[in-house]
């Protein structure tokens, strides 16, 4: 039962355009949201987050909006830049000793 | 200053043998986790540990055990490897969900 969903495997963009990563989840329970990029040979790494109680959260050309009543959160990268090409995962929790991941996008940023 | 570690990086042992893998942490975060990662699944949790000595399964925990004696390292057994266990595993560390995880390299493990 996978509770996080990431629906595209994969994703390619121009360099200097807008990279938009989405996910869906379904569990009501899930109040704390995050974003985790992962590259080759490493351990994923923390990028943003957001709380159920607010709807954007932005830090630098990364911004995440969340829309409780669709169980939809994206994950907007402007602009893209070649070193952005990563893995993003989604991920969800509603304690401290779960968090549930999705299966990961892999985004691709051309020069 | 990785602040976590895993060891081995890279592993390869027969069906049936025993493995064990450490995560060791120098933050003294209250929390430490054990995921896996496979192709079309993201990363799905093994088992967590919420203080020295207090564990619990996740949502793949069969055929694994854990232990924490220590604040610092948190081991992960295969009590009888399977070829189903091949996997790369990392371990997580946090001191609240609203900090994020902070991932080690991870271990390829390979069941031959």
């Known amino acids: 039962d996978q509770q996080v969903k990431q629906n595209s495997p994969s994703l390619s963009v121009q360099e200097g355009r807008i990279s938009i990563l989405n996910c869906d989840y379904t569990?009501?329970?899930?109040?704390?949201f995050l974003w985790y990029k992962k590259y080759p040979a490493e351990g994923p790494t923390f990028l943003i987050s957001?709380?159920?109680?607010?709807d954007k959260n932005e830090d630098g050309r990364f911004t995440v909006f969340l829309n409780k009543s669709a169980k939809h959160l994206s994950l907007h990268i402007v602009p893209s830049q070649p070193g952005d090409s990563a893995v993003y995962f989604c991920?969800?929790?509603?304690?401290?000793?779960?968090?549930?991941f999705g299966a990961g996008t892999r985004l691709t940023v051309k020069p | 200053d990785a602040g976590i570690t895993q060891s081995p990086r890279h592993k390869v042992t027969e069906t049936g043998t025993p493995v064990t893998l450490r995560c060791h942490q120098t933050?003294?975060?209250?929390?430490m986790y054990w995921y896996r990662q496979d192709p079309g699944h993201g990363l799905r949790l093994i088992h967590y540990?919420?203080?020295?000595?207090?564990?619990d399964k996740g949502e793949v925990s069969d055929g694994y055990s854990v232990s924490r004696s220590k604040t610092e390292d948190f081991l992960l057994t295969l009590e009888s490897a399977t070829s189903s266990q091949t996997s790369v595993y990392f371990c997580?560390?946090?001191?609240?969900?609203?900090?994020?995880?902070?991932f080690g390299s991870g271990t390829r493990l390979t069941v031959v």
């Open positions: 997580a560390i946090s001191e609240a969900r609203e900090y994020g995880y902070t």
């Open positions: 569990n009501s329970m899930f109040d704390y």
């Open positions: 957001i709380s159920s109680i607010k």
């Open positions: 933050e003294n975060h209250r929390y």
């Open positions: 540990s919420y203080g020295v000595k207090d564990t």
């Open positions: 991920a969800a929790s509603y304690n401290n000793n779960d968090m549930r």
